[in-house]
């Protein structure tokens, strides 16, 4: 996961790069493009067999839009960009992904990995302030539309020595449309942030309660 993440985002930069220098003396600095790394915390309520552990990392890149706000130093942005988020279980694996409501089952055995992977196309819009000119306080609004879910189970499932590879590149229930408010505080291209999702990740009722809290770095080297 680690390597495909570190791979996505260096072919996002470099086209994104690429994108910049034929942009106009006009245009420059309208349009930024970034990468975020993250840690998802879960705020909504437990669920039977569902836990997730403490460390849950994902990542996200995008392009953004600037608007300068009456000559001033602060701007507007709206943009686009893609988010995955990966929710990794304590002592459980997801056995039912295709039921009318998802279900989970504990491991009391030994495994190497259970998670659920989630990712996102995302259309963010944002408020940009500039403090003496190297500091920045960003607030935003980020509208999240599902493109895949899938799960991920590798490790023991019954008392023997066998491993158990068990997949799903599809899963039931989850919300299609998500909503997330942001806050990112930077210095120059560096930034950190804070993003809460305030809808399900699944329907209400169907899934988990999965609510994250995203706690991250992020750079706008362009």
Do not use: W
């Not at 001033?72 to 295709?98: E, Q, V, W």
């Not at 279900?103 to 995302?122: G, L, T, W």
């Not at 023997?160 to 919300?175: G, W």
């Amino acid at each position: 996961m680690k390597k495909t993440s570190f791979l996505v985002i260096a072919l996002f930069l470099l086209v994104n790069f690429a994108q910049a220098q034929l942009l106009s003396e006009r245009t420059k600095g309208l349009v930024v493009i970034g990468a975020e790394m993250f840690t998802d915390f879960n705020t909504g309520e437990a669920y039977e067999n569902f836990t997730l552990r403490d460390i849950n990392q994902g990542f996200s890149a995008y392009t953004m839009f600037n608007f300068q706000i009456n000559k001033s130093h602060h701007f507007a942005s709206i943009g686009a960009g893609f988010t995955s988020h990966n929710f990794y279980m304590k002592d459980a694996y997801l056995s039912r992904p295709y039921y009318d409501v998802t279900e989970f089952d504990q491991v009391p055995y030994e495994y190497d990995k259970s998670k659920i992977n989630v990712n996102y196309v995302d259309i963010p819009i944002e408020m940009n302030f500039r403090i003496k000119n190297m500091f920045k306080i960003t607030a935003g609004f980020k509208f999240g539309i599902l493109t895949t879910g899938k799960s991920k189970y590798v490790g023991k499932l019954y008392n023997d020595a066998k491993t158990y590879r068990v997949k799903y590149c599809r899963i039931n229930n989850l919300e299609k449309y998500v909503y997330s408010l942001t806050l990112k505080v930077a210095y120059r291209s560096v930034y950190v942030f804070g993003t809460y999702q305030f809808t399900d990740t699944f329907k209400n009722g169907l899934g988990p309660q999965i609510r994250p809290l995203s706690i991250g770095i992020g750079v706008r080297p362009f």
